[in-house]
């Protein structure tokens, strides 16, 4: 059964937005938990000095595909999925070396403002997001277990909430999943639009 206040040991931040990142990131470190991340976000994480593991690390794959290809992974969707209290969960995740994660932090690559600027096709193309909108709908299905940021504002809420009750309530990580599933949805919407 979830718990109502929930630990955050681990975070996987992937951010194109990193406004606000590194206070973030450094409030995570500061409450214990360990940080995974990718590309550009891995890079400006490490640079603050703080300790951060590459999604790559977790996976066993590089990113790939001038970076099509990096969360789209069992390690990571296992991670945002599994049921911590479900046996069968458990147990995929013991056998496939798969953790946890308690906070998911994605803001997803600039669509609607690369196309509001009158970027050509091809550009616009590349900034449809994929890995970002499948972590983020997860974690949205996850509530149970985790909570989803999609913006700096959400990190704050939870950063806020890990502070004061030593961990996420489940009241929050709800909350979080209708906005995050409201987020995606009109990307989505904007996608089909263009």
């Known amino acids: 059964m979830t718990q109502d206040i929930l630990p955050i040991k681990r975070a996987l931040i992937s951010v194109s937005d990193k406004t606000g990142l590194i206070d973030h990131a450094k409030a995570l470190s500061a409450l214990g938990a360990k940080l995974v991340s990718t590309g ?7 640079d603050a000095g703080l300790a ?3 999604v790559s690390t977790v996976t066993g794959f590089p990113e790939m595909m001038d970076g099509r290809v990096k969360t789209l992974h069992p390690k990571v969707h296992g991670g945002l999925l599994a049921l911590r209290d479900d046996k069968d969960h458990a147990k995929a995740m013991k056998e496939h070396g798969i953790e946890g994660f308690d906070v998911l932090y994605v803001n997803l690559y ?14 616009c193309i590349e900034n449809i997001d994929i890995g970002g909108p499948a972590m983020i709908r997860a974690a949205a299905k ?6 989803v940021a999609t913006d700096a504002d959400d990190m704050a809420a ?6 004061a009750h030593g961990g996420t309530t489940l009241a929050l990580r709800k909350k979080l999943s209708a ?13 089909s639009s263009w």
């Not at 550009?40 to 490490?46: L, N, R, S, V």
């Open 110 to 123: 600039p669509f609607e403002a690369t196309v509001a600027r009158g970027a050509d096709f091809d550009t």
């Open 40 to 46: 550009g976000t891995h890079k400006a994480i490490g």
């Open 142 to 147: 996850n509530y149970g277990w985790i909570a």
């Open 158 to 163: 939870i950063l806020e909430e890990a502070k």
């Open 179 to 191: 906005k995050a599933s409201a987020r995606t949805g009109a990307y989505d919407a904007a996608i």
């Open 52 to 54: 951060v593991e590459d």
